[in-house]
């Protein structure tokens, strides 16, 4: 994996074929959690039918990584949390879906050169696949069981301890290993989109 770098058609980055193939099956996972627990639209439009109804069943999701992809608006006030939960949950998970679905059809257009797989991201496609990459961790982050930046820098430290002193499965390691590179592959396309922001005026 190499970090994304900025070129004249956009941004940058190459990939393994086995980290490519390892990638898209797991974005493929949280599209397929997320749209799993879509609520069927209804056969008729949304404006023939009454206010009360639209979004209605909007409920805080059972499970707690997809509670991460569609969190709770407010952690105090638990009405205001599910009111506005059935007003934007229906678009923020089509929004998210979207991403994900962009991101996995960039993975399987990326041409190979030597082996390698060079993923191109466009200008206007980078804070869609950022955001990707984001919801991808959080999934990760979940099953990792990470809930603080302590437990993040918990995970560090077992991946760089010897193998012999890790005591963990090894299933546990390679999904630890996915969220640490993905989460480095994130920061160098967010250093890339950084860098192409307009200067702000000067005094």
Known sequence: MRAFRAT?????AALEPFEREV???????V????????????AVADDELPSWS???????????ALARLLPDAS?????????????????LRATKSAGLRLLAGLLAAAPSDAGAARLLVARDQGGRVAAAFTDVRLVLADRLDLRTDEDAEALH???AAPRARRGR???????AELYEALTWWQESLLEVLAADLP????A
Not at 8 to 12: F, I, K, R, T, V
Not at 31 to 38: D, N, V
Not at 54 to 64: E, K, Q
């Open 54 to 64: 639209v979004a209605a069943t909007a409920t805080r999701p059972l499970d707690t």
């Open 31 to 42: 599209l397929e959690l997320l749209e799993s627990t879509a609520p069927e639209r209804p």
């Open 8 to 12: 004249p058609d956009g941004y940058e």
């Open 23 to 29: 990638l898209t099956r797991v974005v493929g996972d």
């Open 157 to 159: 430290s077992e991946l």
């Open 169 to 175: 499965a090894d299933s546990r390691h390679a999904l």
């Open 199 to 202: 200067e702000g005026p000067t």
């Open 75 to 91: 952690t105090d006030d638990a009405e205001l949390a599910a009111e506005f939960r059935r007003l934007t949950q229906d678009d």
